[in-house]
């Protein structure tokens, strides 16, 4: 870790982090009942808009729940990042829609009218849109690499019809390549945010989410130097733009499919919290890392990995909540200089 404090102090030596940690809410939740949770430190809200939920049937839209956290946000006075407007994994489609996923023409109209919906109602919060997730997966339906784009051009072009200078996010699955293509037709992350680019489809920010400990696909637990770098692929390449890591997560108890892996030791709190905090400062050590948002907030509530709450099922904070806090009061100011030795050190390590 030397080379990564080294990186922290380069980063933060004249300015500490204007926002840095953010965390996912449940939105089936109310705000009321999870204050005690969301202290100071978290500086950003990463608030879901499940289509399902908002539009269970079609043009019939259902705010209530989904507006009490947007209520609590600007209370609090909060950065929000509001979405995905299109999740496109297999959990994420309305039962109504997945029947017009393949029929562009369909699916656009549909898209274009829910997105248009939900970006008037909220657009006066000026939030970060996550405007797509995982489309490049093919998890929902099979799509051509055209139509991925034009799935992300439509949800684009909606967002930014109704609120001209929208800040838009666009979040990939599977970061570290594990789903290889197939008669799926997924595409890798890095190809799909190349096509963007290349068919002149622009965002603001890339999501990338870091889950691990889980036996799914693409969720196996990673050493942290694979994490880094993972992280340093996407940030280094010039078409990039910011990073937001979206959803950062471990658990705190072990998986019982042994394919799901184990950091150290079994997951537990404690290496739950140790791999939060470290994971934490290598992704805030990278210049193009913009902020880390955690996963899930509480066991029993919410989407995420099981067991990865910052806060156990009573409200009580976890030990990783603890060191992510810490770690985030620490970067608000600017760091001291280090000793000529470690800078030396750290970089002979590196």
């Not at 369909?106 to 829910?114: G, Q």
């Not at 996550?130 to 339906?141: D, F, P, R, T």
Request: net charge positive; proline share 8%; with cysteine.
């Amino acid at each position: 870790m030397k080379r990564t404090e080294w990186m922290l102090h380069r980063r933060y030596a004249k300015q500490g982090a204007q926002r840095a940690l953010g965390v996912r809410v449940p939105v089936e939740k109310a705000p009321e009942l999870l204050k005690s949770a969301l202290v100071q430190d978290f500086d950003i809200l990463s608030v879901p808009t499940p289509w399902h939920l908002i539009e269970p049937t079609q043009g019939r839209f259902v705010w209530d729940q989904v507006d009490r956290w947007m209520q609590f946000a600007k209370a609090g006075k909060r950065e929000l990042i509001v979405g995905p407007l299109l999740d496109a994994s297999a959990a994420g489609i309305p039962g109504w829609v997945r029947p017009i996923m393949a029929d562009p023409a369909k699916l656009k109209d549909r898209l274009h009218a829910f997105i248009t919906e939900v970006v008037t109602r909220y657009a006066p919060l000026n939030p970060i849109w996550n405007i797509v997730s995982s489309i490049h997966l093919n998890e929902a339906a099979t799509l051509s690499p055209e139509a991925m784009v034009q799935a992300t051009r439509i949800a684009a072009v909606a967002v930014r019809q109704v609120q001209k200078n929208a800040k838009l996010l666009v979040e990939v699955g599977d970061p570290f390549g594990d789903i290889p293509p197939d008669a799926s037709g997924a595409m890798n992350a890095i190809r799909y945010l190349r096509s963007l680019v290349s068919e002149g489809v622009t965002v603001d920010i890339v999501g990338i989410p870091v889950v691990v400990g889980d036996a799914a696909r693409g969720k196996g637990t990673r050493d942290l130097m694979q994490i880094a770098a993972m992280l340093e692929r996407f940030t280094s390449r010039k078409e990039m733009p910011p990073v937001v890591v979206t959803a950062c997560g471990a658990p705190s108890e072990p998986h019982p499919e042994p394919g799901a892996g184990f950091w150290r030791r079994p997951w537990g709190t404690e290496s739950q919290g140790a791999w939060a905090g470290m994971c934490f400062q290598i992704a805030m050590a990278n210049p193009g890392i913009q902020a880390v948002v955690w996963d899930r907030l509480r066991d029993d509530a919410g989407l995420g990995i099981k067991n990865g709450g910052l806060f156990a099922t009573d409200g009580s904070p976890k030990s990783a909540a603890e060191r992510i806090v810490r770690f985030r009061r620490r970067i608000r100011m600017p760091l001291p200089p280090l000793s000529t030795g470690f800078v030396r050190s750290a970089a002979e390590d590196s």
